[in-house]
């Protein structure tokens, strides 16, 4: 079994690569990518914990937030494309 710090260590550098992106690009595509980028180390964590503890709560949760992620991206090239 792959301990809990490896999967936090690997969602952390996703998300500073996220930051990093919406923090440097001035490009509204790309900025979407990196908020994506975050969401999915979120959900890393999400999986992670609940592996660890055994129950499929954060599974749940990571479930949630990819739809979140879908609808966001949705509206977002919507708008894009409107522009």
């Known amino acids: 079994m792959v301990p809990p710090e490896y999967y936090l ?12 992106g919406i923090l440097t690009r001035r490009n509204a595509l790309l900025f979407l990518m990196s908020v994506e980028l975050m969401l ?3 959900n890393v964590n999400f ?9 499929v709560t954060g599974q749940t949760m990571g479930l949630f937030v990819m739809a979140l992620a879908a609808a966001e991206v949705a509206i977002g090239i919507g708008i894009i494309l409107v522009l």
């Open 9 to 20: 260590l690997l969602s952390a550098a996703v998300f500073c690569i996220g930051l990093f």
């Open 47 to 55: 999986v992670a914990f609940s592996q660890f503890w055994g129950n």
């Open 40 to 42: 999915n180390a979120a």
